[in-house]
């Protein structure tokens, strides 16, 4: 990926600020950087091509007569369709990178021609004589563009600590922002745990002039459009071309092509497309499996440790798939020292372990050449979607015989009815204050403090119990199965934006192909029955995916549970964690903010194997493990400042 930043300001911009815009480039963006400095901004970029249309752009550069310039990474998933809407002829097309279709579409549409753009992208327009910039990112979290204001001037990046080397920024910690990640809860969209620093939330649109600065969103999925057929038949075959559609333009790249495979349905349909569309070129699949020589805990009733022979399924059905099964490895550098994920990344990293026992994984695609890593992450919230509230919608409109042939479907397929009807019907179902009362009866109004590593000082400082609320949506008005698809899919788009800096840690840029905002619009629009067919969840993508999918993949109902040995590791990271602990205890930020006598008792009461840590998960794994790297972050920001 490419690194840009700049500035501008209401007055002018001298040649120090140049020469600070080229020192950011080479600390942030990882080689020297391309400067532009006009009357009032300056913008430099550190280019990195991933695809062979990347090569074609030189920015950053000039447009509208001379009168703009823009920088940009990333890339248009929807490249042919923005040359055919600008009418470009074939040759000039072809000349033509992604940022010259960009160039050529905001010189004709202005700001209009954002919701235009689909893919994975963040840019930088700034207009020299209107003295406007205009800051956009992509609509589902692939890049992310950090900012800070103070009416005089702007200056942004696309990764967080380079807007902290701007001059007047205080590196300071955001005590709200952080309160909702020991609250084990994500921070808002457009939230940094950094005081005075935003981010552009998803379809984000920020635009400056002279000082004054707005931001808004360019494009929101429409939950009003629905998606008819008379034969069932068509919705499947639809799917089947929608999946090919959003995974082709994925596969553009200037290296090997990789893809994480796991033994789910997301990541099997996303690697079996690859192979099939790029067949006979090879497809490199990545499986991350336990290391043999460590105790897992017992097999859980809905969910397995090892995905191995699940990946070797679906890899066995492909000619052109290379298959890699990589065990976790030893402790990482991630691990043990958090600075370099702190310094790469900008924030606490909530699943480190899991990222540090992937990373063999990503050694060996670098081994590959692979530049680019296809995921299925987005895929629980647009092709596997289990509908969450199907129940309550048939209830509330009076298909009680719907209902009855749901919960005979789930009690088939091996789900526990009383739960069904607890999580999925009746909490959808009664209004909030009813549920409140519950809660206060049965004395678990605040259970949320069982996953809670804040202090209760933290706590009271903002709305805890707000925060926590499992319940996403209201329970009047219907269509409560979309509406609460749609809160996960925003929350889902904006963590994302902090694995646009993935490319630094790992050297591959990833791609969710299952995040594609058109696939996003094609599985709103669909109707819910869908997605539970005869109480079958995630039958939708079972039948789409069963041209392509193994049937063993296609039927399986567990899930493969991610790092499960990781109470060995924990193990083995537990005497740094306790050093660690004694430091934080002689932090006056972290003593504020994390509740450490709870971790330290939490440590001292060590479970005797794999078994009994994983009967004690949330502890362990959402309190002491994330506790601590929480408490490293806020400890590495507070001896920055030192």
């Not at 140049?18 to 006009?38: H, K, N, P």
């Not at 057929?229 to 959003?246: I, T």
């Not at 999925?424 to 678990?444: D, E, F, H, K, Q």
């Amino acid at each position: 990926m490419s690194f840009f930043a700049g500035l501008a300001c209401a007055s002018s911009v001298d040649q120090r600020e140049t020469e600070r815009l080229s020192s950011i480039a080479v600390t942030y963006g990882g080689g020297t950087g391309r400067v532009w400095r006009g009357d009032t901004a300056a913008l430099v970029l550190t280019p990195r091509a991933f695809t062979a249309e990347d090569s074609l752009d030189r920015l950053p550069a000039a447009f509208m007569g001379d009168m703009s310039r823009l920088v940009f990474d990333g890339r248009l998933d929807n490249r042919d369709e923005m040359i055919a809407s600008l009418n470009l002829p074939a040759s000039d097309a072809a000349r033509r990178g992604d940022a010259a279709l960009v160039m050529a579409a905001l010189e004709r549409w202005g700001v209009d021609a954002c919701p235009r753009f689909i893919g994975s992208f963040a840019l930088a327009w700034w207009n020299e004589v209107d003295r406007r910039l205009v800051l956009a990112v992509d609509a589902t979290g692939g890049r992310a563009i950090f900012a800070h204001g103070d009416g005089e001037r702007l200056c942004f990046a696309t990764r967080p600590l380079a807007v902290l080397a701007f001059p007047d920024v205080d590196r300071r910690i955001d005590e709200s922002a952080m309160a909702h990640l020991l609250l084990a809860r994500a921070m808002p969209a457009g939230a940094t745990p950094f005081h005075g620093v935003f981010r552009l939330p998803p379809a984000g649109l920020l635009l400056w002039h002279k000082g004054s600065c707005s931001v808004r969103r360019y494009w929101q999925p429409d939950l009003e459009r629905r998606i008819r057929y008379r034969d069932p038949r068509d919705y499947v075959e639809a799917g089947r071309e929608m999946l090919d559609r959003v995974v082709a333009p994925s596969l553009r790249t200037t290296g090997a092509v990789a893809c994480q495979l796991s033994g789910g349905l997301d990541s099997s349909g996303v690697a079996a497309t690859a192979a099939r569309l790029l067949d006979p070129t090879r497809l490199h699949a990545f499986t991350s499996v336990p290391n043999s020589a460590v105790p897992l805990p017992a097999e859980r009733p809905r969910a397995f440790y090892d995905e191995g022979a699940l990946a070797r399924a679906t890899a066995a059905l492909y000619r052109n798939i290379d298959a890699h099964f990589v065990p976790a490895g030893d402790i990482t550098r991630g691990e043990d020292d958090a600075t370099r994920l702190f310094w790469e990344f900008g924030i606490p990293v909530r699943n480190f372990m899991n990222l540090a026992a992937w990373e063999p994984l990503y050694s060996r695609a670098r081994e590959a050449d692979a530049s680019v890593m296809l995921t299925g992450t987005s895929g629980n919230y647009t092709l596997s979607w289990k509908s969450e509230a199907l129940l309550a919608d048939l209830a509330r409109s009076g298909r009680v015989v719907a209902v009855a042939r749901q919960l005979r479907g789930l009690h088939r397929h091996g789900y526990r009815l009383r739960l069904q009807i607890r999580q999925n019907l009746l909490a959808y179902a009664v209004p909030a204050r009813i549920r409140t009362a519950i809660r206060r009866l049965r004395g678990t109004d605040n259970d949320w403090q069982s996953r809670s590593s804040a202090t209760a000082a933290l706590a009271a400082s903002v709305d805890a119990r707000e925060i926590t609320d499992t319940m996403l949506i209201g329970s009047s008005g219907g269509d409560r199965d979309r509406r609460v698809r749609l809160v996960y899919l925003e929350k889902n788009w904006s963590q994302n934006q902090w694995l646009a800096a993935h490319p630094y840690v790992t050297g591959c840029d990833l791609r969710d192909p299952l995040g594609d905002r058109r696939m996003v619009e094609f599985c709103l629009a669909l109707p819910p029955e869908l997605w539970q067919r005869d109480g079958r969840p995630r039958s939708f993508a079972r039948d789409v995916l069963s041209d392509r999918v193994p049937p063993r993949v296609v039927n399986e109902h567990k899930r493969g549970y991610q790092n499960g040995d990781w109470f060995h590791r924990l193990t083995q990271l537990r005497p740094v964690f306790m050093d660690e602990l004694d430091r934080l205890e002689a932090s006056p930020a972290a003593r504020r903010m994390i509740d450490l006598p709870r971790l330290r008792a939490m440590a001292e009461d060590w479970p005797v194997d794999a078994d009994a840590a994983m009967a004690r998960a949330t502890d362990m794994l959402d309190l002491f493990g994330r506790g601590i790297h929480y408490g490293r972050f806020i400890r590495w920001v507070e001896q920055s400042n030192g």
